[in-house]
């Protein structure tokens, strides 16, 4: 009689094997599945009806198990197993995005274009264009080369950025010009004072002359112009005086027939006065 089996110890739980080694576990069943099948032949027929070929477990049949049977259901759950683990261990699918979002979206992407379009874009930049070819006009080309640079920076339409350019090359040459006779102006402006308070008219205009003739005429030659003659106009007063105090009526018409040419208007009372002495003069010497 045999002595009575041990009571069974709890076996802890294994760990979950991973899918690469349950795939393993898996193969190498099937493997040993097969190598037993293949060693059985036709002498192991007696073998396989001894006493110890016919034990069989209760509630199965009498059939004999089938080699490596529990290996291979060992393989399949560990797989299965090992699937579920990696499916529990997936990242939740994202829900799908909804229609409202695909709107929203649209509409944010319509609004975007219609901001940075080429025509809103041409219109944003056209007032700042607009100015900056105005300062060429007052010479004012390092300003409007500043403001160049910046729409550049700012990308304005090219079209804008030549029509800027072409106003700054037009216009610079002439600035340039206008710069040098400023300089050459401010330059001649001792010469001439200091000949007018010297009572040097003709020295005054002579200076004044080549400056025009270089130069061009314009309102500030014009003004000084005017101040010169209204000197001259002074001095044959002067001279015209001189004459009728020497009693020369001759000399003293003269005079006073060149400052009348002069037409200046600070000089009228003065001149008119003398012409009236001038003629109580010659009413006088005709008396006599």
């Known amino acids: 009689m045999l002595p009575p089996a041990p009571p069974r110890a709890e076996a802890a739980p294994a760990p979950q094997p991973s899918a690469e080694e349950a795939a393993a576990a898996y193969r190498a ?5 097969k190598a037993a099948a293949a060693g059985q ?3 192991d027929a ?4 001894s006493p110890a070929a016919g034990l069989s477990k209760p509630g199965n049949s009498g059939k004999p198990a089938a080699p490596g049977g529990s290996g291979i259901a060992g393989a399949a759950g560990a797989v299965r197993a090992a699937a579920g683990s990696a499916q529990a261990a997936r990242p939740p699918l994202r829900k799908p995005v909804s229609k409202s979002t695909w709107l929203l979206i649209a509409l944010l992407v319509l609004a975007i274009w219609l901001v940075v379009k080429p025509e809103n874009r041409a219109k944003q930049f056209e007032t700042r264009v607009s100015d900056a070819i105005a300062l060429t006009a007052d010479c004012r080309i390092s300003n409007a080369r500043s403001e160049l640079s910046a729409l550049r920076n700012a990308k304005a339409m090219p079209e804008q950025l030549q029509r800027l350019q072409d106003a700054i090359e037009s ?6 010009k206008a710069r040098q006779r400023a300089k050459a102006w401010n330059d001649l402006q001792p010469g001439i004072n200091s000949a007018m308070k010297a009572n040097k008219p003709e020295l005054a205009a002579s200076r004044l002359a080549g400056f025009t003739k270089k130069w061009g005429e314009d309102k500030e030659t014009d003004a000084v112009f005017a101040r010169i003659d209204t000197l001259r106009a002074e001095q044959l007063l002067d001279e015209a005086n001189a004459c009728l105090k020497q009693g020369n009526h001759n000399c003293a018409e003269a005079k006073l ?3 009348e040419k002069m037409n200046r208007p600070e000089v009228a009372a003065r001149l008119n006065a003398l012409k009236d002495e001038l003629s109580r003069f010659l009413e006088s010497t005709l008396l006599q």
């Open 29 to 33: 069943a099937v493997n040993a599945n």
């Open 171 to 176: 216009a610079a040459p002439d600035c340039e």
């Open 41 to 43: 032949g036709p002498g």
């Open 46 to 49: 007696g073998a396989a009806g």
């Open 257 to 259: 027939r060149q400052a």
